[in-house]
């Protein structure tokens, strides 16, 4: 009888209910494309570790290997473990046919590297070429930047190559790492000869070990701990590069997941209204079948098998169409992915997708379902009898149980732990609550603050809020909720774009040299056109290495306590310190003080600052001491001040630096900042420096910032295009939750013409009913829209956080307006016929 | 004076179209006390909507007091009612989001009345149905026979030359029925307004000084 009488009814629901469903399939949709997508780029990755290192593991120091290094070397090659080495390097290229030049990554190889994935080259199988000497093969992007064709000659250091090649793919190279410049590959040997890593250059050597057995990863790692840390060693493997490039874009994933589960919850509250409109034009039916014998468990089960039906018919079509974005996620981030993605529709993703699609609708159905049990068979006599019962008390509660349930069960399973889980569906929780609070509120004040001798068309608006079987706590609950989610998604959507994208109004250089010398710094500031000479800032750059903290050696650092250990990036990491008398414009004194002022420290001891962050992982604090090595010379350091450094601008920035005078007499490089004109100017510009000094090396900041720009722009276009998710969900639960009270006040507004009430006044009582609801779900869901986006900017993301009045504004206008349109929209047809149509259908 | 010249209306049923009335010529005096009687289905209700300007005819004219109200706009007849005619239903019709009180002051206000003589004469108006007492309270707080009581307050309130009752107490038992008839036989009275009543119920038409019979739309002898 049940099924019988629900697939019948359904058929006739689907035109009126269906397009509010549509709030469940963009939720769907959402979730299916982000978990499909997470997998396509998972398993990518997983299947291409190996080639995307070229190796099983890799050994990275920044300085030439020491002897411990080499040992280890010399031994896995004995032990017949295939070895190979990458030394990389920055220089700049120069075209001998013209004048062109260009910062290049100069990659270095010999031995077989890579072992694992082919390198597509131009003409074909040319790679093995690259440790031929006198011979170069470098990316199709240089050729094309320096007007070079294959057979042409390219100056690096002070070496001449013939280019004898073109590298079309390799697939060691990722994402970023090409924004810095094209790459050149030679061999071992010609580096030398080309004599370009000078003292304190940028350098990177690599050795590259087949070694397909984990265990014996595994075993090096822990045998050679003591070494790796001697030797500021660190050692990779090919399954920890591929978690860790898996975890960069999991940042991106992580939140799309959260926006994701955000929208599937609005679908389940646009389902909750849809429902509830439902029910309301079903009323009658379910009393005429409770007339004529059915129970109440009977109709409610035909019509929560109604509600079933269409949230698996909605999320049907989410899947579908999730399955197309999932297709479409790959083009959006393509600057973004270390692999070609093949996406793969995972029927087991699917179903999950429709399951908590269906799940979602039938628990957000069953509070206004539970009506239905009480609509009493007299009804189909007397429509004017009130259906006063929400449902029976024990019911509800178990109803709110499964909702509440529910919605912390799918936070947990979305969010990437179960606290942040937890932390989101307290979030919701909060937020819920306050919006029921606040409608309460609402009603109460307007109730008492309404003068008796307001206008009429006012007061008769604003008493729609509180009249008996008012639904203004409904309405502000869906109508806050959609509020509060895309204020939520829009703010931190902003305050991340805010923070990753750089400065450029602020950035005056866009030239930067390195590897400058001492005795070089004047020559290369006449060689700025006089206009710009005063633009051009050196800053000195002193390579140090950490060896010592609060008198602790480094070596001994495993010995102290966990929680009190310096971290390990910090320790280990080649700084590039530096000396300044003055703050520069990025910094911010936080603690302490700067110089001269700073506290007297003893002789044999220097003074330093830190930059606040590098001091807390460092476990240190104002009047600790740092040990460190600058070219072989023992410093000892203690911290005077610590540093707010805003590193997104375009300028030279530093952990530590020391104050002018302590540590002058270390070796040194220098880079060199200055500004020249457009894209010619600085082209010229550098043929000129490389020509009179081979051994600097020059970034072109506006290629560099176009680079970013474009990345940033990609990550910007995910994220909005999932927030226009949350955003057309938002649009399907306001159009649901006023289509909710849309018979009633059809009925009210045709007597109220039949009373003599002209169009003007009726659209004022309506429009002052709306304002109110949107003015009260605006101010309270974006309210707390806001203080969620504190939290997850500043906790979550560890980022500043700022409201943008302006975009607040522009979404409480927007809601306002949409309300407005809704609600006309909804009530065009009373405005258009006349009413008497309307009274009859009311009866 | 009240005057319907070939009045008619079709509705259109599933592509069809369906004659509801038929060219219907009708002469209403004022104060008179017209019974609108007929089988379901004979066009009763759609008559009066039209007499009272709440639907358009097909074709046909209605004239009030000499106001042509069908070449008002839907605008220009709302204003015209709310100053010329009341309203009795079968269903009550009462606003749920308003008190008793606040129902009855409705057509004053539309007519800028509202104020605190408005006021009085709605609470008079709620004594004289017997609902003194009950002035705040929600139609939802009312019994049907209360409700109805209400609306005929509300009806009588603006003092309207013409009141349509629709089924006044197709809704009520006998009892209640009998005492909404009597206030609308006094008020009227009182208020030397025209009523126009649609009924089932051959006793209420019989007390009717004037019968009209519709019949398939049409009227009959």
């Known amino acids: 009888m049940i099924s019988f009488l629900a697939s019948r009814e359904a058929r006739s629901a689907l035109p009126r209910v269906g397009p509010y469903m549509l709030s469940i399939s963009l939720g769907v949709a959402a979730l299916v494309s982000i978990h499909s997508f997470r997998q396509d780029v998972a398993r990518s990755v997983r299947s291409e570790a190996q080639v995307l290192m070229g190796a099983d593991a890799r050994l990275t120091t920044s300085t030439a290997p020491g002897e411990g290094l080499l040992g280890l070397v010399d031994s896995l090659g004995t032990a017949g473990h295939e070895v190979g080495r990458v030394t990389s390097a920055v220089s700049m290229a120069a075209s001998t046919a013209n004048d062109a030049v260009r910062l290049v990554q100069l990659r270095a190889v010999d031995g077989g590297w890579p072992f694992y994935g082919e390198v597509e080259t131009r003409p074909q199988g040319v790679w093995s070429r690259t440790t031929e000497p006198g011979v170069v093969l470098v990316d199709e992007a240089l050729l094309t930047q320096l007007g070079l064709r294959l057979g042409d000659t390219l100056e690096v250091g002070s070496g001449a190559f013939e280019i004898v090649g073109a590298i079309r793919e390799i697939p060691t190279e990722v994402g970023l790492q090409t924004a810095v410049g094209p790459r050149v590959w030679m061999g071992m040997e010609d580096l030398a000869e080309a004599d370009v890593l000078g003292f304190g250059s940028l350098a990177r050597y690599q050795t590259y070990v087949v070694m397909p057995d984990g265990g014996d990863r595994a075993a090096i790692d822990t045998w050679y701990a003591d070494l790796f840390a001697a030797e500021s060693i660190e050692f990779s493997t090919a399954q920890d590069e591929a978690r860790d490039l898996t975890n960069a874009v999991g940042f991106l994933g992580r939140y799309l997941s959260l926006v994701g589960l955000a929208a599937l919850l609005l679908g389940g509250v646009g389902v909750g209204s849809a429902i509830r409109v439902f029910v309301n034009e079903r009323l009658r039916s379910v009393a005429v079948l409770r007339c004529l014998g059915a129970s109440q468990n009977q109709v409610f089960g035909v019509y929560l098998l109604q509600a079933a039906g269409l949230g698996l018919l909605g999320s049907a079509v989410g899947a579908v169409v999730g399955v197309v974005l999932q297709q479409l996620l790959p083009a959006l981030l393509s600057d973004l992915l270390p692999v070609a993605i093949q996406p793969r529709i995972d029927p087991v993703t699917l179903a999950a997708g429709i399951g908590i699609g269906v799940w979602v609708s039938v628990v957000f159905a069953l509070l206004p379902l539970l009506r239905v049990r009480e609509v009493p068979p007299l009804r189909a006599l007397r429509p004017d009898v009130e259906v006063s019962g929400r449902g029976a008390r024990a019911l509800r509660a178990v109803a709110v149980a499964l909702l509440a349930g529910s919605v912390v069960g799918t936070s947990v399973l979305e969010a990437p732990s179960v606290a942040d889980g937890l932390v989101f569906a307290a979030a919701l929780a909060v937020t819920v609550a306050v919006l029921w609070l606040a409608a309460l509120a609402g009603i109460r004040a307007t109730r008492a603050l309404l003068p008796d001798r307001a206008p009429w068309v006012l007061r008769q608006g604003v008493s729609s809020l509180f009249r008996p079987g008012n639904q203004t706590v409904a309405v502000v609950l869906a109508l806050g909720f959609g509020i509060f989610i895309l204020g939520v998604v829009g703010s931190v959507q902003q305050n991340l774009a805010a923070t990753l994208a750089v400065d450029a109004a602020e950035s005056r250089a866009n030239l930067l040299l390195f590897d400058v010398q001492t005795d070089q710094i004047d020559g290369i500031e006449t060689l700025f056109p006089d206009s710009v000479r005063e633009t051009v800032e050196a800053t000195p750059l002193v390579p140090s290495r950490i060896v010592g903290v609060k008198g602790v050696p480094r070596a001994a650092f495993d010995s102290i306590r966990y929680d009190e250990r310096p971290a390990s990036w910090a320790v280990q990491r080649e700084y590039r310190n530096s000396w300044r008398g003055e703050l520069g414009p990025g910094e911010e004194l936080v603690e302490g003080r700067w110089w001269p002022d700073a506290p007297e420290v003893p002789e044999g001891v220097v003074r330093v600052s830190l930059e606040m962050d590098v001091a807390a992982d460092l476990r240190v604090g104002i009047g600790d001491r740092v040990t460190w090595d600058a070219g072989g010379r023992r410093i000892e350091s203690e911290v005077t001040s610590l540093r707010r450094v805003d590193w997104t601008r375009f300028e030279t920035n530093f952990f530590a630096l020391f104050e002018p005078g302590a540590i002058d007499d270390l070796p040194v490089t220098w880079v060199v900042l200055g500004r020249a004109g457009d894209i010619e100017a600085r082209s010229a510009l550098q043929s000129r420096i490389v020509r009179a000094y081979p051994n600097v090396s020059m970034v072109d900041l506006g290629r560099i910032q176009d680079a970013v720009d474009r990345i940033l722009s990609n990550v910007d276009r995910a994220i909005a295009f999932l927030a226009g998710f949350a955003a057309i969900a938002g649009l399907l639960v306001l159009a649901g939750a006023l289509a909710v009270t849309r018979g009633e006040r059809l009925r009210e507004a045709a007597l109220l013409r039949t009373l003599g009430t002209d169009s003007a006044r009726l659209l004022g009582i309506l429009g002052i009913e709306y304002t109110l609801l949107a003015a009260l779900a605006c101010s309270v869901g974006l309210g707390l829209a806001m203080g969620a986006s504190w939290l997850v900017t500043t906790q979550l993301f560890a980022i500043e956080f700022s409201a943008g009045p302006g975009r607040i504004a522009l979404l409480a206008g927007g809601v306002l307006a949409l309300t407005l349109v809704t609600g006309w929209w909804g009530s065009r047809d009373l405005l258009a016929n006349p009413p008497l149509r309307i009274l009859r259908e009311g009866d | ?221």
């Open chain 2, 1 to 221: 004076m009240i005057v319907a010249r070939g009045l008619e209306k079709i509705y259109t049923s599933g592509g069809r179209p369906l004659p509801v009335l038929r060219g219907i010529d009708l002469e209403i005096a004022d104060r008179e006390i017209a019974a609108v009687v007929g089988p379901s289905g004979s066009g009763k209700t759609t008559l009066i909507g039209l007499l009272a300007g709440l639907d358009v005819p097909t074709s046909g004219s209605v004239r009030i007091d000499g106001t042509e109200i069908f070449d008002l706009g839907e605008d220009g007849r709302a204003r015209f009612r709310a100053r010329n005619v009341g309203f009795v239903f079968q269903s009550f019709h009462l606003l749920p989001a308003l008190t008793a009180l606040d129902n009855v002051r409705v057509p004053l206000e539309l007519l800028g009345e509202g104020g605190a003589a408005g006021e009085e004469r709605a609470r008079a108006l709620l004594e004289r149905v017997g609902l003194g007492e009950r002035t705040d309270h929600y139609p939802s707080q009312l019994s049907g026979g209360e409700q109805q009581r209400v609306a005929v307050a509300r009806a009588f309130v603006s003092r309207p030359r013409i009141l349509f009752a629709d089924e006044p107490t197709g809704n009520l038992d006998r009892v209640t029925g009998e005492r909404i008839v009597q206030l609308l036989e006094e008020l009227n009275r009182e208020a030397e307004t025209t009523l126009i009543l649609v009924t089932h119920d051959m006793e209420l038409a019989g007390r009717a000084r004037r019968t009209i019979r519709l019949a398939d739309g049409s009227l009959a002898p």
